[in-house]
C-alpha cells in the first residue's frame, strides 16, 4: 500500500516476496540499482507460503506499474477494499507524517501491519501507535538495518572489543528518513541499549546527532547530503575496533520481510514495539533539538 518519491520498496519487497520482477520497467520509472541487486539474486526470490496479491498507490499508472512488475493480481482503487481480502498490509511509504492516517483502518479492523521506516516523526504520532499496540494491535515497523547480516557479524565478534566508548556512523540524505537507519544498525548491534540524552549539532545538509547511552558510551551519527559511500558504522572499544560496512540491500530487506511474515504467522510481532518506540523517540528528540538551536534533550 503507497509509495513515496525515491523509495523503491514497493517494486523490490513485493518483487522478493513473489518471486518474479520486470527489470526494465523497474529501471523505466528509476531504479536501476533495485532492478540490479534483484536481477543478482533472483535464484532467492520468492517467500513460500505468501503472496502479495493486492496493490494501492495514490496513482492507479504506479499500482499498474508494480502488478506488472512483480506479479500482483488485483490492483484496487480504494485502501478499503483489501479488508476483508488480505491476511496482512505493508505500508510502503516512507513519508511518516502519512502513516497514522493510512493505517487506521486496517488497525481499526485488526489487520496486521508493517509499516515502513520511519514510523513516525511527531510525538503525537508516535503516542498514537503505541496506544494501538497497547490495546493488543498488530503494528511493526522498523529499518532492515536491524537484519542487516554486515550488523549481526558486528554483534556476533562485539565481545571481543572490549567495552564500547564510541560508536560512530555515516551515511547520505537526510535525518528524517534516513536517521533510523543509522540507529537501526547501532542498537541492534549493541543489543538495544537505554539512550538518556540526544544532542543535533548539525545543520540540514550536514546533520551531525550525539547521542549518550546509559553506560556513557558516545554514539555519533552523521547524515551528508552531498557524499557519496554506503552506510558504515564504526565500533571503538577499549580491546579492539570493527568497520561495518553496510551494502547487502537485498538480503537485510529479505530478512526483514521473512520476520513479518513469521510474525503474522505467529499471531504478534516478532520484534519488541518498545525497541522501536525507543528509536523513533531518539529520532524525533533528535528533531526538537535542533528546532531549539541544539540544546541536549534528555529522554
Excluded at 536481477?39 to 503472496?51: F, Q, R, W
Excluded at 484496487?76 to 487506521?104: C, K, Q, S
Excluded at 503525537?124 to 511493526?140: P, R, S, T
Excluded at 547521542?211 to 565500533?235: A, K
Amino acid at each position: 500500500m503507497g509509495m513515496s518519491e525515491g523509495n523503491a520498496h514497493p517494486y523490490s519487497w513485493s518483487s522478493i516476496i513473489n518471486g518474479q520482477f520486470d527489470g526494465d520497467e523497474i529501471s523505466r520509472i528509476g531504479y536501476p540499482a533495485v532492478a540490479s541487486y534483484l536481477e543478482a539474486n533472483k535464484d532467492t526470490l520468492g517467500i513460500s507460503d505468501v503472496m502479495v496479491t493486492h496493490v494501492w498507490c495514490q496513482e492507479r499508472k504506479i499500482s499498474e506499474s508494480i502488478a506488472h512488475s512483480s506479479g500482483i493480481t488485483y490492483v484496487v482503487d480504494n485502501i478499503m477494499d483489501m479488508i476483508g481480502e488480505v491476511d496482512a498490509v505493508i505500508l510502503g511509504r516512507d513519508d511518516p507524517e502519512n502513516h497514522v492516517a493510512m493505517a487506521t483502518p486496517f488497525v481499526e479492523a485488526g489487520v496486521p501491519i508493517f509499516i515502513d521506516k520511519p514510523l513516525a516523526y511527531s510525538k503525537d504520532d508516535l503516542d498514537w501507535f503505541a496506544a494501538q499496540v497497547e490495546q493488543g494491535n498488530f503494528i511493526m515497523s522498523c529499518s532492515s538495518m536491524r537484519y542487516a547480516n554486515e550488523c549481526r557479524i558486528a554483534k556476533q565478534e562485539l565481545r571481543a572489543l572490549g567495552k564500547i566508548e564510541l560508536v560512530t556512523a555515516v551515511g547520505k540524505k537526510d535525518w528524517k528518513k534516513y536517521g533510523i537507519h543509522m540507529l537501526e544498525a547501532v542498537f541492534s548491534v549493541l543489543d538495544d541499549p537505554r539512550p538518556i540524552s540526544v544532542q543535533h549539532i548539525g545543520k540540514p545538509d550536514k546533520e551531525i546527532v550525539h547521542v549518550r547511552l546509559e553506560d556513557e558510551t558516545d554514539v555519533m551519527l552523521h547524515l551528508y547530503q552531498h557524499i557519496s559511500g554506503t552506510f558504515q558504522v564504526t565500533f571503538f572499544g577499549q580491546q579492539g575496533w570493527k568497520l561495518v560496512d553496510i551494502r547487502n540491500s537485498y538480503s537485510m530487506f529479505r530478512d526483514n520481510i521473512i520476520e513479518f511474515v513469521r510474525s503474522v504467522q505467529e499471531g504478534k510481532p516478532r520484534l519488541d514495539f518498545k525497541k522501536t518506540q525507543q528509536l523513533m523517540t531518539v529520532l524525533i528528540c533528535a528533531k526538537e533539538s535542533y528546532d531549539q538551536g541544539g540544546r541536549v534533550v534528555l529522554l
